[in-house]
């Protein structure tokens, strides 16, 4: 079974909007971290922001926030007013317990473009 | 300062040639990683060294092998290309193995097999 499902493969954005890349998780770990990467068209993956499963507040970095929500096990990133360099895949990561040698379990993108 | 660097950025070669690549980062971090990209930019874990000492190592073919002179560098030397190594692949790097320690990714070797 998925452990990260990011549902929406591709979302066409107009610049400016708010956005939102859904992602949803699934492990009986009490014990966990989210994490939220972009990959823009250059190819690097560049690290946005990271969630503890233990963390009482939603993470927030800049522009970016993840509405945690526990019990639904979900962790979506918020793009606010987002911007033409938004364009890019953005991935979903999940590490867990010491049984799986805390890899990083991937999902599978979400390609964003932002329209101007 | 680039944190975590790799060499070659690209690299074209022919079936059957052995290669390397690069990985170096300046973080001060205890684990380093290898990842492959394929075209549908799926990321799959190959090898994980935490203070030079392999933690990772998945299904892998035995013609990729990891060496980690020392905590800042972790080479992948792949022998006897073959058409489907062709991918991206990406070094990372954590200060430890909790699961809160976030993975930095260098700049991705991209990898052509002819």
């Known amino acids: 079974a998925q452990k990260i499902t990011q549902t929406q493969p591709g979302m066409f954005v107009q610049e400016k909007e708010a956005v939102t890349l859904d992602c949803t998780y699934d492990?009986?770990?009490?014990?966990?971290?989210l994490f939220w990467y972009k990959q823009p068209s250059s190819g690097e993956m560049i690290f946005l922001i990271y969630?503890?499963?233990?963390d009482q507040q939603n993470a927030t970095e800049g522009r970016y926030s993840l509405n945690f929500q526990k019990a639904r096990k979900s962790a979506n990133l918020v793009i606010s007013a987002s911007q033409l360099g938004d364009s890019a895949m953005y991935f979903c990561?999940?590490?867990?317990?010491?049984?799986?040698?805390?890899?990083?379990?991937w999902g599978a993108g979400t390609k964003l473009i932002i329209k101007p | 300062d680039t944190a975590v660097s790799q060499t070659p950025k690209y690299l074209v070669t022919q079936m059957g040639n052995d290669k390397s690549i690069k990985c170096e980062q300046n973080?001060?971090?205890?684990?380093m990683y290898w990842y492959k990209q394929d075209s549908k930019k799926f990321l799959k874990i190959m090898f994980s060294?935490?203070?030079?000492?392999?933690?990772i190592n998945e299904t892998v073919p035995n013609r990729f092998s990891p060496k980690s002179p020392d905590k800042a560098h972790l080479n992948l030397h792949i022998n006897s290309l073959e058409l489907g190594d062709s991918a991206v692949y990406f070094c990372?790097?954590?200060?430890?193995?909790?699961?809160?320690?976030?993975?930095?990714f260098g700049p991705g070797t991209r990898l052509t097999v002819l």
């Open positions: 990372a790097s954590s200060q430890g193995v909790s699961g809160t320690d976030t993975q930095y």
């Open positions: 973080l001060g971090h205890d684990t």
């Open positions: 060294y935490n203070n030079k000492e392999l933690i």
């Open positions: 492990t009986s770990d009490p014990s966990y971290g």
């Open positions: 969630q503890g499963s233990y």
């Open positions: 990561a999940m590490r867990e317990a010491p049984d799986s040698n805390y890899q990083l379990i």
